[in-house]
């Protein structure tokens, strides 16, 4: 699964002597696949398929940028955020960077069994980095919103000191103290801890902090465009994470939608994100950009929308599960990639050509992003540097790319929460699904198959995992359970841990070793 630097090989060339493309990563926080009236999911035909909640939702923004873009239909990240936030920055799995778990900011949250030794204090300011490598090529490096890269006082609590030139609202908290800038973001109340910085300017007004946010990353923009500089921008909404404040401007629309209050308030912060989305396209046509700029949107982990039960199918239905669980509801997220606005006479849409309305089905992960944007801008990672994502150029154009495995790795050593101590491998169309059950007072090697360790799923005729087929693919169950030990073992994982502090490692079915 590893990619090294080979993709870089032509590196310079890509994009010849061309004015390098800006690139700007929407990240759209605790917002899964379902959550937009895009459809994402596909019929047997590989068409667009409707479900109720495409219905629900209003991301008329996102609509503008999938018609002219590329969407991914199985596009996978962590089911938790910081995990994710460290891959795309790093183009390294979780099992290999180490954390992963989201990040408390105030202690370590590894849980009762979790490996002693996972990285809490999460990026550092030493590590190689995105922004970093991007900046040393003459980008101006812009963060903007939430960052969550590590536990306050820590390196990656602060994003100035993991690469990023600009921050604006990046600390160590991932949960805003409150939406609303009548409470000063949080400055004003019971929350904080959790206070939006840096947004002074826009305390005591009836300016929503998705808005906030968007006007601060219009003025960092037109600042790099004014002084000639290539920009990354990394804008990372607040929005859709809990507190679930509604957003004023859009609460009527959901009125008569018979969902609960907290429901409607979500699908509010939903639409307010996708009018910042609009929002940019915009501003980036009004300074004269857009054409030169690439535009990657996305969410950090499965939906959380208060729907129901987070192993059933209600927040993401048809899909099973919700955010931290190890279903496809908690990881499968929305990815779209476009030019900000279509013209093929440009030099950089000719070297990269995204076709329009196009809809990609091959698998694809967070760890992408970091060697896609490095080929997009003629950028090298150091020698040697071990990179689990890969390029994707080919798959950006809605072609297949043989060379780009369909694989996922989601390994998740921790507890108390929605899903403890479970690795997920997918392969193919094959998922299993491997349950340490610490908790249980035995160590994952003890548990037989009817014990209840594994579950595997046929993706590609049961995708809303309805049908366990653990007992009855025994073969396909020690083949896809080599392959997942095989991954953990080379990304160097770290184990859940039982009573003595021993690794549970995950073990063959019926073997006992």
């Not at 669980?325 to 030019?339: D, K, L, N, S, T």
Request: charged share 20%; with cysteine; aromatic share 10%.
């Amino acid at each position: 699964m590893i990619r090294l630097i080979f993709f870089l090989l032509g590196v310079g060339v890509f994009f010849g002597e061309a004015k390098p493309p800006n690139v700007m990563v929407f990240l759209v926080d605790d917002m899964g696949v379902m959550d937009s009236s895009v459809a994402f999911l596909t019929d047997g035909q590989g068409k667009p398929k409707r479900y109720p909640l495409n219905d629900f939702y209003r991301t008329p923004s996102m609509a503008r940028l999938a018609k002219q873009g590329v969407r991914f239909n199985q596009f996978y990240a962590m089911s938790v955020c910081s995990p994710s936030r460290i891959s795309i920055l790093t183009g390294q799995n979780a099992a290999r960077h180490g954390a992963t778990n989201w990040i408390n900011p105030a202690s370590d949250n590894r849980g009762k069994f979790g490996p002693p030794a996972w990285d809490w204090k999460g990026l550092g300011k030493d590590e190689v980095s995105l922004p970093k490598l991007l900046a040393q090529k003459g980008y101006r490096t812009i963060h903007v919103g939430k960052a969550h890269l590590g536990p306050t006082g820590s390196e990656g609590s602060n994003p100035l000191q993991v690469g990023f030139q600009r921050n604006v609202g990046g600390a160590a908290f991932g949960a805003p103290g409150s939406y609303y800038g009548e409470a000063a973001y949080g400055h004003r109340g019971q929350r904080k801890s959790h206070a939006v910085p840096h947004l002074e300017q826009y305390h005591g007004t009836d300016t929503f902090l998705t808005e906030a946010l968007t006007l601060e990353a219009k003025k960092q923009v037109k600042a790099a465009v004014d002084e000639g500089k290539p920009f990354f921008l990394h804008f990372a909404h607040y929005a859709v994470h809990a507190p679930f404040h509604s957003d004023p401007r859009f609460a009527t629309h959901y009125e008569d939608s018979g969902k609960s209050k907290q429901a409607q308030a979500f699908a509010t912060l939903i639409e307010g994100m996708d009018k910042s989305l609009g929002d940019m396209l915009d501003c980036f046509e009004e300074l004269g950009v857009a054409e030169n700029t690439l535009v990657l949107f996305l969410g950090d982990n499965g939906s959380d929308a208060p729907l129901g039960h987070q192993h059933a199918v209600a927040c993401a239905a048809p899909l099973r599960g919700k955010k931290g669980a190890h279903y496809e509801g908690g990881m499968r997220v929305p990815f779209i990639a476009a030019w900000a606005k279509r013209n093929e006479n440009v030099e950089a849409q000719k070297e990269l050509g995204i076709p329009s309305g196009a809809i990609q089905p091959q698998i694809a992960s967070v760890p992408d992003l970091f060697p896609t944007i490095l080929e997009v801008a003629g950028v090298a990672p150091p020698d040697g540097y071990e990179i689990d994502g890969g390029s994707l150029r080919k798959l950006l154009t809605a072609t297949r790319d043989a060379s780009h495995p369909e694989q996922f790795l989601m390994h998740y050593p921790h507890g108390p929460h929605r899903s403890n101590y479970f690795t997920v491998w997918r392969d193919g169309k094959w998922k299993v699904i491997y349950h340490y059950r610490p908790e249980d007072g035995k160590t994952g090697n003890q548990l037989t198959l009817s014990g209840g360790n594994y579950q595997l799923f046929d993706l590609e005729n049961d995708p809303f995992e309805q049908k366990d087929l653990a007992t009855v693919q025994s073969s396909v169950l020690k083949k896809m359970m080599r392959g997942m030990m095989r991954e953990l073992e080379r990304m160097k994982a770290k184990f859940p841990v039982n009573e003595k502090g021993h690794d549970l490692r995950p073990m063959l079915p019926g073997s006992g070793s």
